[in-house]
């Protein structure tokens, strides 16, 4: 797999989530990763979302057949990015 950054949308209207500690998770993308600093988002993810506003996962499968996002966000990955990377 190509190397990616794996990426958290937020929801916009809510700063922290129902236990009043973390954001709400949206969704899980994934854009590729900037070739002069590896850890950093190109600026687009895999569906064409702008990766300003979203959250880096710090997260990376831990080898093969791992899945690109992470096992607990399974129900909010975004199909659309996971498409992307089955199309590389």
Do not use: K, N
């Not at 998770?25 to 590896?38: E, I, L, S, T, Y």
């Not at 850890?39 to 300003?52: A, N, S």
């Not at 959250?55 to 899945?67: K, V």
């Amino acid at each position: 797999m190509a190397s990616i950054v794996v990426l958290f949308e937020l929801a916009a209207d809510r700063a922290l989530g129902p236990d009043g500690v973390e954001p709400v998770v949206v969704a899980v993308h994934a854009a590729g990763a900037d070739p002069d600093v590896p850890q950093d988002p190109l600026p687009r993810t895999l569906c064409g979302l702008d990766t300003d506003p979203m959250e880096h996962a710090h997260y990376s499968p831990g080898g093969p057949g791992e899945p690109w996002y992470p096992p607990a966000s399974e129900d909010r990955r975004c199909h659309a990015c996971e498409a992307a990377l089955h199309a590389r």
